[in-house]
Nanobody, 126 residues
Framework: QLVESGGDLVQPGVSLNLSCATSGFTLDYYAIGWFRQAPGKEREEVGCISSEDGPTYYAEPVRGRFTISRDNTKSTVYLQMSGLKPEDTADYSC?????????????????????WGQGTQVTVSS
């Protein structure tokens, strides 16, 4: 099970941190992807973090502004967002898939992810 939290209505330029709390599996061995879907648009990947101490990947629109990290002891993955823009407004979801150590999660597609959360809404507006 994956449960996202932290979504909010914020002004442009501020920071916001999302959490993805996992249960039912050992997070260490799973890659976690963050995705978002804005109204009327297709779901897009924000970024991902590979299993164990593997690499992260960020989509170009968020690179340099968003950071994904994991705390396996808390079974939680975080999405730290800074410099938020109105175009970041979307429903944000996390997803999980068992992944071999050091396999780069950037090669995964959304269909590869086995488990999905329900999402948390982020609205960036002045």
């Amino acid at each position: 099970q994956l449960v996202e939290s932290g979504g909010d209505l914020v002004q442009p330029g501020v920071s916001l941190n999302l959490s993805c709390a996992t249960s039912g599996f050992t997070l260490d061995y799973y890659a976690i992807g963050w995705f978002r879907q804005a109204p009327g648009k297709e779901r897009e990947e924000v970024g991902c973090i590979s299993s164990e101490d593997g690499p992260t990947y960020y989509a170009e629109p968020v690179r340099g502004r968003f950071t994904i990290s994991r705390d396996n002891t808390k079974s939680t993955v975080y999405l730290q967002m800074s410099g938020l823009k109105p175009e970041d407004t979307a429903d944000y979801s996390c997803a999980a898939v068992s992944l071999a150590r050091y396999y780069p999660c950037e090669y995964l597609k959304s269909d590869d992810y086995a488990y999905w959360g329900q999402g948390t809404q982020v609205t960036v507006s002045s």
